[in-house]
């Protein structure tokens, strides 16, 4: 059994706004899942994107599916 604990990373691309999430995709492949949690909030709620569901949010965000803020 994998006990690989998440190794949290903001996108290169954020500013320092204060409005980052943070996300966790070095278990993508052991466990199908990708963490997301507010950067402001390390010791906050959670949520798990299963793999794939993640990897299309990510690819609708480059194609520009989303417009912009």
């Known amino acids: 059994m994998t006990t690989e604990s ?8 954020s500013g320092n706004g204060g409005q ?3 996300v966790a995709a070095n278990l993508a492949a052991p466990f ?9 909030n390390p ?3 959670v949520l798990n994107a299963s793999a794939n ?3 299309s ?5 480059k ?7």
């Open 32 to 40: 199908g899942a990708v963490p997301v949690r507010d950067s402001k």
């Open 57 to 61: 949010f990510v690819a609708g965000v």
């Open 53 to 55: 569901a993640f990897a």
């Open 63 to 69: 194609a520009g599916d989303f417009g912009t803020v």
């Open 6 to 13: 998440p190794r949290w990373f903001t996108s290169s691309y």
């Open 20 to 22: 980052c999430i943070e």
């Open 43 to 45: 010791c906050g709620p």
